[in-house]
């Protein structure tokens, strides 16, 4: 049997990456404009890889959807989009994959065997989507860092774009995705692989070579 406890464990942490991956991927917070007295008083901006807002003091928002062909936009918004739908379908198939090869639930119970490799791979989706997702929102940050460092001279502070709380949670998908993913992979483990690699790790013993045991009998 393989380790559900480890297993249902793994599935929680990675199901959490799984949500932050999807909310990273639809929130307009990839990027906001930083702090200043003038801004504070007046709005918020805040562009995501889809929408575009701004965040009146008022408390209303005003959105615009990112309508450019794919190809005529910016590179880490291309990258990020990408990235960030692999990560989503990967994370779906991930969830699926998961409630049926885990221990605990009672699909494919009939073969034991089918429900170990499907929880192996669902590990092994979630890694990869948390590992997507993080590859998003890292070169997503890098942009905006680089363009920050070029606008350092500017005099209106709230011209420069800083890094949104979207990043974050990705970074956290990144995370908890990789662990969760980890541990579901670990459990589906059986007990019978570990018997099949204790088994063959025993010493050998060529044929035709008594054992110690022949040597200790006494004879009178």
């Given at each position: ?32 404009n930083g702090p ?85 791979l669902a590990g ?86 008594p054992n110690k ?8």
């Amino acid at each position: 049997m393989t380790n559900a406890g480890c297993q249902l464990a793994g599935f929680i942490i990675a199901a959490i990456g799984g949500t932050c991956v999807l909310l990273a991927t639809i929130l307009p917070h990839w990027r906001r404009n930083g702090p200043s007295k003038e801004t504070l008083e007046m709005s918020s901006i805040y562009e995501g890889i889809w929408i575009e807002c701004i965040a009146y003091s008022t408390g209303q928002w005003q959105c615009t959807d990112i309508n450019t062909f794919f190809v005529g936009l910016p590179l880490p918004v291309q990258i990020g989009r990408g990235f960030s739908c692999t990560a989503v379908v990967l994370g779906a198939l991930a969830f699926v994959f998961s409630v049926l090869g885990m221990e605990c639930t009672s699909c494919l119970s009939s073969s034991p065997t089918s429900k170990q490799k499907m929880s192996l791979l669902a590990g092994v989706m979630w890694v990869l989507s948390g590992g997507l997702m993080g590859v998003a929102v890292s070169y997503y940050a890098n942009s905006v860092l680089n363009q920050y460092r070029r606008d350092v001279d500017r005099t209106v502070e709230g011209e420069k774009f800083i890094f949104g709380s979207c990043l974050y949670v990705g970074w956290a998908a990144l995370v908890t995705c990789s662990v969760g993913g980890s541990l579901l992979a670990a459990g589906s483990r059986s007990d019978d692989d570990e018997q099949n690699i204790s088994y063959l790790s025993t010493a050998y013993r060529p044929p035709g070579i008594p054992n110690k045991a022949d040597f200790s009998t006494e004879y009178v």
